[in-house]
């Protein structure tokens, strides 16, 4: 099985190579060749074919036709906050990339579609979200990420209704805990949170103790995009589901962290709540994810699983 990572030198994408490097393989099949795609490296992969630049260069396109996968992981895209700041790079990377990659392997001589499993986000749903979140709700995204993920997600659909494509969207929430450094992501507190008090560090927390986010490993998620990629998705013709969550306050992650590690939490952490932050990362009802779930997607299990998960403690 051919397999394809754009975006793999990011956090997520860094996390699913070496989960596929250590030969699991995908729903029973062995993966014979694995190409990996993004800007840049910061070291050489063994066994893997890179290909460095950006989606929206045609040679870089005709390295992947030459390629010819037969699954993409396709996590490559401008996070929440840098697509806000810079719109028209959202739309050159997270629209017209896609749906270009989408052209390109969709276009293939093959015997069955290729495989796409492409990693879209909570912030389809909206903020302000004050009942349980289910599949019938409207889906109102309140940042331009979220509105071209949505694009994404619906093309992704009709790309798999016309047999081009065989499509699986993920909803993926806060995955922690990608690296202290700048990321463009707004929701990057949630990880330097992690990080801060596993080193008995003080932090600043933007929302309250009682905000309430969905969270996951970067582990976990990479575990489900691999089981999306062998999945029967069965009739659902939207071809998108939430990753199952751990829906957890922010004091809750404390008291986790400090029974963990050993630290005061409560004297390390001060809160300074940032009302639009909030809004957005801290309001989070109950999700129904019963249909992931039954697809066998799976969460962390509890707050010390997805703290140790996510730190390597």
């Known amino acids: 099985m051919r397999v394809l990572v754009t975006g793999a030198g990011g956090f997520i994408g860094a996390t699913l190579l070496q989960l596929l490097g250590e030969g699991g393989g995908i729903g029973g099949h062995a993966v014979s060749a694995i190409a990996a795609v993004d800007r840049q490296f910061p070291a050489p992969m063994p066994g893997v074919l890179g290909i460095e630049g950006d989606l929206g260069d045609a040679q870089v396109r005709a390295r992947i036709a030459d390629f010819a996968p037969e699954v993409c992981f396709h996590l490559a895209a401008v996070p929440g906050g840098a697509s806000e700041a810079d719109p028209g790079m959202s739309r050159r990377v997270n629209l017209d990339a896609t749906l270009d990659l989408f052209d390109l392997l969709g276009a293939m001589n093959s015997a069955r579609p290729p ?20 599949d019938s709700m409207p889906l109102r995204p309140p940042l331009i990420y979220g509105a071209h993920k949505l694009a994404c997600e619906i093309l992704l659909a009709d790309y798999t209704r016309r047999g081009l494509l065989d499509g699986r969207a993920l909803r993926l929430p ?19 949170l992690l ?15 009682d905000a309430t986010a969905w969270w996951m490993s970067a582990r976990r998620c990479a575990e489900n995009l691999v089981h999306a990629a062998a999945m029967d998705p069965g009739t659902d013709s939207r071809r998108a589901w939430p990753l199952p ?8 992650i404390v008291q986790t962290l400090s029974q963990v590690y050993g630290v005061d939490g409560q004297s390390l952490v001060r809160y300074a709540p940032q009302p639009q932050l909030e809004a957005i990362y801290g309001r989070y009802p109950p999700l129904d994810d019963q249909a992931a779930r039954a697809l066998g997607l799976r969460d962390d299990g509890s707050a010390e699983a997805l703290v140790r998960r996510s730190l390597g403690r």
Not at 174 to 192: E, K, Y
Not at 195 to 200: N, P, R, S, T, V
């Open 174 to 192: 806060g995955i922690v805990a990608r690296p202290r450094a700048p990321s463009g992501l707004a929701s990057a507190f949630m990880s330097d």
């Open 245 to 252: 969550v751990l829906r957890l306050s922010m004091a809750e």
């Open 195 to 209: 990080h801060a008090l596993a080193a008995g560090q003080p932090f600043t927390c933007p929302v309250s103790p």
């Open 115 to 134: 495989v796409m499993v492409y990693a879209s986000t909570i912030a389809v749903y909206g903020s302000d979200l004050r009942e349980r979140v289910t």
